[in-house]
């Protein structure tokens, strides 16, 4: 999906929200920044495997979108904080319904695997 259908008119608002947090990291930033404000450094660390070019470019995206706020505080070194906006935590609490969905889904395969291995086992 690409990012210009997140602001098309003519798509349902399902595939424009998806459009919105599609990507590997986008769901996971909204989580943490869910919880408290965070710095680019601490984001990294929390995710291996997250590059910081891939950080800033995932953030720049998202604050575009409305989802984060990046605060540049004066000083030496510099410091930059990213936190929700409002449009963040609706969003957020919007995908909170769908993450209990997904842990349910989990549990279920979990609950059915020893159930498929047993079937795909050759019998001697």
Not at 31 to 36: C, I, M, Q, R
Not at 54 to 76: F, S
Not at 117 to 122: F, I, L
Request: glycine share 8%; net charge positive; aromatic share 4%.
């Amino acid at each position: 999906m690409t990012r210009s259908r997140a602001g098309d008119p003519n798509v349902c608002g399902v595939t424009a929200a998806i459009a919105v947090i599609d990507g590997k990291w986008k769901t996971i930033l909204l989580w943490l920044l869910e919880t408290a404000p965070r710095r680019p450094g601490e984001l990294v660390r929390r995710l291996p495997g997250l590059t910081e070019k891939v950080l800033t470019q995932t953030l720049r995206e998202m604050e575009a979108d409305g989802l984060v706020h990046r605060e540049v505080h004066d000083g030496r070194p510099l410091k930059t904080v990213y936190s929700l906006t409002e449009f963040g935590r609706e969003l957020s609490e919007a995908l909170a319904p769908l993450s209990d969905w997904g842990h349910r889904r989990l549990e279920k395969l979990a609950l059915e695997k020893p159930a498929r291995e047993k079937a795909t086992r050759p019998v001697f």
